[in-house]
């Protein structure tokens, strides 16, 4: 499942970034057609944050929406499928976004802020 | 292991080298830097655009990071994808659902061109050696990438294999990646091409159930035409779905036990514009620098 190793690296990341220091949050940005469920993320990231600064702290999700932008007809428009094409019928576009799977930034602990 | 997919829980990738009948742990190995792109340090070789923005308030501090979490994967399949341009290779991952007919195709395909064009193949499986062997037998050298229990191929893999493999200038690298229709999207692993498999015992509504994957693929060849008499499968539905996915993908309809249609997919690969085009670089070097 790609979720456990994914949320590992997540878990691995922000202790590295936080040097040890104990987190409370974490919010990832995962766009619409990024092929992870956000159920099995935060599932995974209870689990995987056990003993670990990450201990306890809290998963934010955000999904970021699909956009994209017609080549055609210049018009920017949100993508339901993966395949959805501009209202103006054309299948020729740019991603605007949808694809991300970052960490966007994590909050350290009260006691970690010396 | 993997790290970014959970499917491989302590399990190792090995590379095996049938020319040198080798078997390395890449966890315990290091190459000699004479080969520079054949491994990777821990700490890698990528800088991402990292911001620590620390706000001091006065009950928490918030770090803004905005880190990829596939960065590394990202970072290491560019480099890949450089290492062929700068080779003029042509390199190309096969996906699959298992069972479509990836090595049989590929088996095919090294028997009538290897005397024309030199290629190199990286197998990729779970485990064992058997369809490397098939690519040996057939007369061209392989490498053999056993992923444990991961179910796709990446990028750091796929540079170990590289630097026992050394494919040489202007060759053809084809990587059949793990049968998978799902994961191996994810994965740049620095190709030139996805060349999907479809075969029509599986389904002609397969591009739209597996969408990301079709979406990413440049080339899809519709494979075991010859079964179409004893099986309910669409061909014209099948290519809708795939357009409708991805309008930009071409589609080939073939069969790699009766040889049909086989002459399109191997002037595909053959077609001198398709090394040009590949990789970082729109020219080969010697082009760009004017050295002709």
Known sequence: MHELALIQSVVEMVTEHAQGRCVRRVKLEIGKFTCVTPDAMRFCFDVVATGTPLDGARLEIVEIEALARCRVCGETFVQQTLWSCCPCGERDYDRLSGDELQVKEYELDADATV | ?292
């Open chain 2, 1 to 292: 292991m993997c790290e970014t997919c959970g499917c491989s829980e302590g399990a190792e990738t090995k590379i095996v080298n049938l020319e040198t009948c080798k078997t390395r742990d890449p966890a315990s190995n290091h190459h000699d830097d004479s080969h520079h792109h054949a491994h990777l340090h821990d700490d890698g070789h990528f800088h991402d655009h990292v911001h620590d923005h620390d706000h001091s308030h006065s009950h928490a501090s918030t770090v803004l990071l905005e880190r990829d979490v596939l960065a590394k994967n990202t970072a290491l399949a560019a480099r890949n994808r450089a290492w062929f341009a700068g080779r003029e290779i042509l390199a190309l991952n096969l996906v699959s659902g298992p069972g479509a007919g990836k090595t049989t195709l590929l088996e095919r395909t090294v028997r009538e061109l290897r005397h024309t064009l030199t290629i190199f193949v990286i197998e990729g499986d779970q485990a064992t050696t058997n369809d490397s062997l098939r690519i040996r037998a057939a007369g061209v050298p392989v490498v053999q990438i056993n992923t444990g229990s991961g179910c796709h191929l990446d990028a750091d893999m796929v540079a170990r294999g590289l630097a026992e493999l050394k494919p040489s200038f202007g060759s053809v690298l084809v990587i059949e990646n793990v049968g998978n229709l799902v994961c191996p999207a994810m994965f740049d692993l620095g190709e030139s091409a996805k060349v999907a498999i479809l075969s029509v015992t599986e389904g002609d509504d397969k591009p739209i159930k597996y969408p990301h994957m079709f979406q990413a693929a440049s080339l899809l060849l519709i494979n075991k035409i010859d079964l179409l008499p004893y099986v309910e499968f669409d061909l014209n539905r099948c290519q809708d779905y795939a357009r409708q996915v991805n309008p930009a993908i071409e589609i080939m309809t073939l069969s790699a036990t009766t040889g049909e249609g086989l002459e399109n997919w191997f002037d595909w690969i053959s077609a001198p514009s398709r090394r040009e085009h590949g990789g970082t670089f729109p020219q080969p070097l010697e082009a760009v620098l004017d050295l002709k």
